[in-house]
């Protein structure tokens, strides 16, 4: 929940102005107020956009909702499912999550699933059991080539705004644990789909997560909020 539209327009011009022929894919995700904003700024960059979150409901009487068909309205890309901050503010149930990647995908977006682990349940060793049990949530709505169109993004939650951080090598094991899983579900999609990473990745620390072989990515939080620390993770990756 940062921006403005003033704030908004200096970011943005500073990634269009920095990001030359980048060869990685880029995306921004952004409150839908400024969805507009975004579509006009970027629509003739090789930058997309998305949303930071959806409705499960196609339509009607949910009043505060923003639903597929909205950012797909406005060129939407992609749309951020079931992250850290919704599952803990919002109570938002793997089941929920479920459905809204369900939503995503069959309303022609493509869902960034979100899963992690809170700082208690790492020190219990349950990474491994918490990050399945919400992974196999998703897998288990999803039809075999559904599989193949999202991306996932692993958050260790006790890395985000904590001071803890995870090496490389931890996250790595979580992202190969994340792949088995959807190999299990489509072998053939598991090597294509993109796990990013979400926990924190800086310009100080992006190669060397980057250089992880299940490592495909970062999903940036206050980095992308200052263009040359945005830019310096897109020229790492």
Known sequence: MNGSTTTNAALL???KAGLGSAA????????????????????????K?????????????????????????????????????????????????????????????IPIVCVGESLEEREAGQTDAVVGRQIDAVLSELNEAEVERIVVAYEPVWAIGTGKTATPQMAQDVHQMLRTRLAAKNAAAAARVQILYGGSMKPDNARDLLAMADIDGGLIGGASLKAADFLAIVAAA
Do not use: N
């Open 24 to 47: 990685c894919e880029v995306a921004v995700c952004v409150p839908a107020p400024y969805f507009a904003q975004c579509q006009s700024a970027l629509a003739s960059t090789g930058v």
């Open 13 to 15: 011009d500073g990634i």
């Open 49 to 109: 956009w998305g949303g930071q979150d959806l409705s499960v409901h196609e339509a009607g009487a949910y009043t505060g909702e923003v639903s597929a068909a909205m950012l797909k309205d406005f060129s939407c890309a992609y749309v951020i499912v079931g992250h850290s901050e919704r599952r803990t503010y919002h109570r938002e149930s793997d089941e929920i999550v479920a459905l809204k990647t369900v939503r995503a995908l069959r309303s022609g977006l």
